[in-house]
């Protein structure tokens, strides 16, 4: 069974273009959350979908926003790029919200913006 | 703000040797406490998790102690292995909480030297 997927590995931007990164979750997960992982920082929270709706958001400002399809793959995109927003980009997924339910991560995308 | 401080930054170890992470919290609503393990070009992949209501989890040569009235949690990993070396993230989360309520620590870089 195919984990986590997630595109493009890689992509470099310049300051103040828009990224767009696709993730695929593994089948029969309804909840797809985006995580941000910046040098030193650790993984940062930023979006959650589920059934097709964001559900929570986490301190990011609005130029992060992204949706989710009805085959709940979703799509983050990133407005207005600035430097620090160079980081890898981590999807998960869960078939389930609520406590004890594991998230598994894909391998993620890396951001460069120059 | 929740926070969950993590430290060592990073630690090298013998092999054979025992690696000790340690975590500490200050939010009392916070009831599970996993961590992930990541290797270099690869997501985070959930390791050993806890809740407060015991005191110790051992899954093979990986050990949570979990010390609730010290709000500290902390991962052992017995007779170190040199493919044990990854970057390791605790992790909290409230009761009844999902992914998007983990809060993480910002991890530590383990070697183990053969």
């Known amino acids: 069974e195919a984990g986590v997927t997630q595109s493009p590995t890689h992509l470099i931007k310049t300051r103040g273009q828009q990224a767009t990164l696709r993730c695929s979750p593994i089948?029969?997960?309804?909840?797809v959350y985006w995580y941000q992982q910046a040098l030193g920082l650790g993984l940062q929270f930023l979006l959650w979908?589920?059934?097709?709706?964001?559900?929570n958001r986490g301190n990011f400002p609005p130029r992060f926003s992204g949706r989710q399809f009805p085959n709940y793959s979703s799509e983050l995109n990133v407005n207005a790029l600035e430097l620090e927003d160079s980081a890898l980009y981590l999807c998960?997924?869960?078939?389930?919200?609520?406590?004890?339910?594991?998230?598994?991560f894909g391998e993620g995308s890396w951001l460069t913006v120059v | 703000q929740q926070q969950v401080k993590q430290s060592p930054q990073s630690l090298i170890v013998q092999k054979g040797g025992i690696s000790i992470i340690n975590c500490a919290y200050e939010?009392?609503?916070?009831?599970?406490f996993p961590w992930y393990q990541q290797f270099p070009g690869k997501g985070p992949a959930l390791l050993i998790a806890?809740?407060?209501?015991?005191s110790e989890k051992k899954e093979g040569r990986f050990t949570i102690s979990f010390n609730k009235s010290a709000k500290q949690f902390s991962l052992h990993i017995m007779d170190s292995q040199p493919g044990d070396s990854a970057t390791y993230f605790c992790?909290?989360?409230?009761?009844?909480?999902?992914?998007?309520?983990?809060?993480f620590g910002k991890g530590t870089h383990l070697i183990i030297q053969p």
């Open positions: 998960a997924s869960s078939w389930l919200q609520g406590s004890g339910n594991t998230i598994y």
């Open positions: 089948s029969g997960h309804t909840s």
């Open positions: 979908y589920d059934e097709g709706e964001e559900r």
């Open positions: 939010n009392t609503a916070f009831d599970y």
């Open positions: 806890i809740r407060p209501d015991v």
């Open positions: 992790a909290a989360r409230p009761l009844g909480g999902g992914a998007d309520g983990l809060t």
